[in-house]
């Protein structure tokens, strides 16, 4: 059975990975300046944090290690959104 944090702790914990993912995308978008493929940006963008944070929920044996995972899942949706942004500014699409 995997331990959950209490409520407002989880999620306060993903607000946080939301805010992360919001702050690494933009640090990425600024600092990487050479072209690269969409479709690989978007794997890793997406996969990694999420692939990281359900193996890490379900292998937690610990409330504060199922928040790490929390944090990791909702780090995607953040660094997603700005690059999506980004894309839509910049108007290509």
Do not use: H, K, Y
């Not at 702790?9 to 993903?14: C, G, H, K, Q, S």
């Amino acid at each position: 059975m995997i331990p959950l944090p209490r409520a407002p702790i989880l999620t306060a914990v993903m607000l946080l990975g939301l805010a992360a993912g919001v702050l690494a995308g933009v640090l990425g978008a600024v600092l990487v300046e050479s072209p690269v493929r969409p479709d690989l940006v978007m794997g890793l963008v997406l996969g990694v944090p999420s692939v990281l944070g359900v193996l890490t929920v379900l292998v937690a044996g610990r409330r504060w290690v199922t928040a790490t995972g929390a944090f990791l899942v909702s780090v995607a949706p953040g660094w997603f959104a700005v690059l999506v942004l980004a894309q839509v500014v910049n108007g290509a699409g």
